[in-house]
C-alpha cells in the first residue's frame, strides 16, 4: 500500500541556519504531495502542496520539489527562525481516490536563538 | 469565516465506557474525513464522508468503532467499550469536494482512557 517515511526527529537547529527534511513516498499512481505543519497547540495546517512531478510548492519560505524519479518531496529553508519550531508531517492522498492522507510519522523542529 | 470546530476538546473516560465525539466541518464542504493521532501510531486515517456516497470506512482499527454524518455536516465518532490504546487525539477535517488538495482541520479531540 501507499506510505510516507520521513527523516525521524527531533531536529535542532540555531536560528538562521538550512533546514532539510527528508520525506520519500511509495505509491501507486499519481499522488498529490503535502507538507503540513503543527505548531504548538494548533491543530494541522497546510504548509505546501505539489501536484505532479516537478512542481514546487512554497510557503512562508519554506520549499519541497515532487521528485518521481526519487520518489521524494524533501522540505527545505535557507534560514529557520525560532517562530518555525513545529511538527512537520509529510503526506499524500492515496491511490483511493477519497483524497483521504496518508502521513509520515512527523518530525519534530526545535529552533533555538 | 468559521474553522472546522469538534467537542469535546478533552474527554476523559473509563474503559469499557461508549463515548462520542463530535465535528463540524465547515459550511458547504461535502467531504469530511476522521484521523487519529497517537504516539505509536503517528496520524491514521479512520473514515470518510462524501455527499451522500457510502462511507470509507478502511480505516477503521475494530467494529467497536463507528461514525455517522448526519444531513451531510455534522459528524459523530462513536467508540464503543473502550480501551487504553483507543487513547488519542481525534481530528476531523474537510474540504470542498472529493480529490480536493487541502484539507481543513479542527483542533482535534484529546481522549484518555484510563
Known amino acids: 500500500g501507499d506510505s510516507v517515511t520521513q527523516m525521524e526527529g527531533p531536529v535542532t537547529l540555531s536560528e538562521e541556519a538550512f533546514l532539510t527534511i527528508n520525506c520519500t513516498y511509495t505509491?501507486?499512481?499519481?499522488?498529490?504531495l503535502f507538507w503540513y505543519v503543527q505548531y504548538p497547540g494548533e491543530g494541522l495546517q497546510l504548509l505546501l502542496k505539489a501536484t505532479k512531478a516537478d512542481d514546487k510548492g512554497s510557503n512562508k519560505g519554506f520549499e519541497a520539489t515532487y521528485r518521481k524519479e526519487t520518489t521524494s518531496f524533501h522540505l527545505e529553508k535557507g534560514s529557520v527562525q525560532v517562530s518555525d519550531s513545529a511538527v512537520y508531517f509529510c503526506?499524500?492522498?492515496?491511490?483511493?481516490?477519497?483524497?483521504?492522507?496518508?502521513f509520515g510519522q512527523g518530525t519534530t523542529l526545535q529552533v533555538k536563538p | 469565516g468559521a474553522g472546522v470546530s469538534q467537542s469535546p476538546s478533552n474527554k476523559v473516560t473509563e474503559k469499557g465506557k461508549d463515548v462520542e465525539l463530535r465535528c463540524d466541518p465547515i459550511s458547504g464542504h461535502t467531504a469530511l474525513y476522521w484521523y487519529r493521532q497517537s504516539l505509536g501510531q503517528g496520524l491514521e486515517f479512520l473514515i470518510y464522508?462524501?455527499?451522500?456516497?457510502?462511507?470509507?470506512k478502511s480505516g477503521l482499527p475494530s467494529d467497536r468503532f463507528s461514525a455517522e454524518r448526519t444531513g451531510g455536516s455534522v459528524s459523530t465518532l462513536t467508540i464503543q467499550r473502550t480501551q487504553q490504546e483507543d487513547s488519542a487525539v481525534y481530528l476531523c477535517?474537510?474540504?470542498?469536494?472529493?480529490?480536493?488538495?487541502?484539507?481543513?482541520f479542527g483542533p482535534g479531540t484529546r481522549l484518555t482512557v484510563t
Open positions: 477535517a474537510s474540504n470542498q469536494y472529493q480529490g480536493s488538495y487541502e484539507q481543513y
Open positions: 503526506a499524500l492522498t492515496s491511490s483511493s481516490n477519497t483524497g483521504k492522507l496518508i
Open positions: 505509491a501507486t499512481g499519481y499522488p498529490s
Open positions: 464522508f462524501q455527499g451522500n456516497s457510502a462511507p470509507d
